[in-house]
């Protein structure tokens, strides 16, 4: 199934977290983190968004760190993604 989000909106698939440490100590799903490391799916028009215009400055491919708790989860096609506003995007991994 194709999406396509709105206005400033991006749709992130989240990069999987190791699930061993650095030290090589295994963890289960319940103790590693909400990734924060995502892959850019899809990505809005932009435009005047609260009387701002708006650029997007992201794009389908990027790998992205967004904030933690940002945006909200859906699953599509058997896929969690994640919707969220481009502002709560912190960077971009060259």
Same mark, same amino acid.
């Given at each position: #199934?194709? %999406?396509? +989000?709105?206005?400033?909106?991006?749709v992130?698939?989240?990069?999987? $977290?190791? =699930?061993?440490?650095?030290?090589? %100590?295994?963890? +289960?799903? $319940? =103790?590693?983190?909400?990734p924060?490391?995502?892959?850019?799916?899809?990505?809005? +028009?932009?435009?005047?968004?609260?009387?701002?215009? %708006? !650029? #997007?400055?992201?794009?389908?491919?990027?790998?992205?760190?967004?904030?933690?708790? =940002?945006?909200?989860?859906?699953?599509?096609?058997?896929?969690?993604? !994640?919707?969220?506003?481009?502002?709560?995007?912190? =960077?971009? %991994?060259?």
């Amino acid at each position: #199934m194709k %999406i396509k +989000p709105l206005f400033d909106k991006v749709v992130l698939e989240a990069v999987e $977290a190791d =699930a061993k440490t650095k030290s090589g %100590i295994v963890l +289960p799903s $319940a =103790a590693q983190e909400k990734p924060s490391l995502a892959r850019v799916l899809a990505v809005g +028009p932009g435009g005047i968004i609260d009387g701002k215009e %708006i !650029t #997007m400055q992201v794009k389908v491919g990027d790998k992205v760190l967004y904030s933690k708790y =940002a945006g909200s989860e859906f699953k599509l096609d058997g896929k969690e993604i !994640t919707i969220l506003r481009q502002s709560d995007i912190l =960077a971009i %991994i060259g």
